[in-house]
């Protein structure tokens, strides 16, 4: 009887977990995903001023994807990482995944891209332009933590390397998420952002219910 207590309790909390965080299958959020109160205190810490420029950036300053051992690179991890289930080792070459800016079911890890939840731009204007390229390699291939996300090409090319006072995810149920994995990466790696951001995410993060 206590077993079957246990179990019905577990069953119902990862039932809630699921209605919070907007998923219909499996429970496929990244890593490190901070608490309500938890991405509250972050957020609260985190310096506000102008944003930087654009002076001096490229993609090619962020070495991403790189080789993660046994014939795997970042993003072959993170779609293994984040399928209900896939086929294939690496390359991943076909599976489920729940893209969760846009609510739409994949089936081709084609149509799927890594999303960088601060976008490299975003990060260069908020004080990457300052780190070394070793750093800045460890940002863009950030495994640990809710820094990276597969989720449709159409949705990460349409936030482009927008922050959240311009660009949130089209499902209203998933800025809770989005506010918190964001606030966690610049709260991690002590990225500045702009009072209209902080609005934004505040804003997200008041729809979270823990």
């Not at 019905?8 to 209605?19: A, E, K």
């Not at 109160?37 to 962020?62: I, P, W």
């Not at 846009?102 to 799927?112: A, K, R």
Request: charge should be negative.
């Amino acid at each position: 009887m206590f077993k079957k207590s246990i179990l019905v309790v577990f069953t119902l909390v990862l039932l809630f977990s699921g209605y919070q965080f907007g998923l219909p299958s499996a429970l496929a959020i990244p890593p490190g995903t901070p608490s309500k109160s938890a991405a509250q205190s972050q957020l609260d810490s985190l310096t506000v001023q102008s944003e930087g420029t654009m002076s001096g950036y490229s993609r090619d300053k962020f070495p991403h994807w790189i080789g993660q051992g046994n014939g795997c690179d970042t993003r072959q991890l993170v779609l293994q990482r984040d399928a209900d289930y896939y086929s294939g080792d690496c390359p991943v070459t076909s599976g489920k995944w729940y893209s969760y800016f846009d609510g739409v079911q994949v089936y081709d890890p084609s149509d799927l891209d890594i999303d960088h939840m601060v976008p490299l731009a975003e990060a260069w204007r908020s004080g990457a332009s300052s780190w070394s390229t070793e750093k800045r390699e460890d940002f863009a291939n950030d495994l640990d933590g809710p820094h990276l996300i597969a989720v449709t090409a159409s949705s990460n090319r349409s936030k482009g390397d927008q922050d959240p006072s311009t660009w949130k995810p089209t499902r209203y149920s998933a800025h809770c998420g989005y506010a918190k994995w964001w606030i966690n990466t610049k709260y991690v790696y002590d990225l500045h952002l702009q009072s209209s951001e902080k609005s934004a995410l505040q804003s997200m993060l008041n729809t979270c219910s823990y």
